[in-house]
């Protein structure tokens, strides 16, 4: 079993939808959540934390729920800059401290 | 600043070869790393450095050797390519453990043939 683990998609939506993603994580030590953004073959830049409480930054939403273990993250009324691959992102001590990615969810937001 | 920076930016290589891949930050970061990034997986560490003149091994360090005798630069050296290392290789750094953001380079696309 993947560490974390993403529905690939893609996720096709139209422009004003909203859209979620779900990811798993299987150690149940892992201390750290994040959402990473990944535009067409280019680098990834960190999106948002994710906190046990969950956190809102403009139109996306991360929530986290340690019980079962996934990570959701929501965006409301898609942009057709939203488009990218997401990754989820966890690290865990048993890591080594280190990041352990997902393989990413891609969005397409078409007009 | 530049951020992080990565040379080359492609690179086609014949099997047997070795190269080196050269990643900078100018963000007086400590920790710095090499992932590869294969289609269908996530982001794999190959090895990281803490700091001036220490590396350790990732997840995937077989192939690959890194050195970090300044604290700016990290290099990445494949000594004999095989065609199972074509990939999409990014460097990245932070300022400390792995909870802090990680900064990316712009990546380098190697093929080996």
């Known amino acids: 079993r993947k560490e974390v683990e993403q529905d690939p998609g893609p996720f096709n939506v139209p422009e004003g939808a909203t859209v979620a993603f779900n990811c798993t994580y299987s150690?149940?030590?892992?201390?750290?959540f994040f959402w990473y953004r990944q535009d067409c073959r280019k680098e990834p830049k960190l999106l948002m934390s994710v906190y046990s409480s969950g956190n809102e930054d403009g139109r996306f939403t991360a929530q986290l729920n340690r019980a079962s273990q996934y990570i959701s993250l929501l965006i409301r009324d898609s942009k057709l800059s939203d488009s990218a691959t997401y990754l989820c992102v966890v690290r865990a001590v048993e890591y080594g401290n280190k990041l352990v990615f997902g393989a990413g969810t891609i969005l397409r937001v078409k007009s | 600043n530049a951020g992080v920076t990565q040379t080359p930016k492609f690179r086609v290589l014949k099997t047997g070869q070795s190269m080196t891949l050269l990643c900078a930050q100018d963000?007086?970061?400590?920790?710095m790393y090499w992932y590869r990034q294969d289609p269908g997986m996530g982001l794999r560490l190959i090895h990281y450095?803490?700091?001036?003149?220490?590396?350790a091994k990732g997840e995937v360090p077989d192939g690959y050797n890194v050195s970090r005798l300044k604290k700016q630069n990290f290099l990445l050296g494949l000594e004999s390519a095989a065609p199972s290392q074509t990939s999409v290789y990014f460097c990245?750094?932070?300022?400390?453990?792995?909870?802090?953001?990680?900064?990316f380079g712009p990546g380098t696309r190697l093929t080996v043939t």
């Open positions: 150690n149940s030590a892992s201390q750290s």
């Open positions: 990245a750094s932070s300022i400390g453990q792995a909870a802090y953001e990680q900064y």
């Open positions: 963000m007086n970061h400590e920790y």
């Open positions: 450095s803490v700091g001036e003149g220490t590396t």
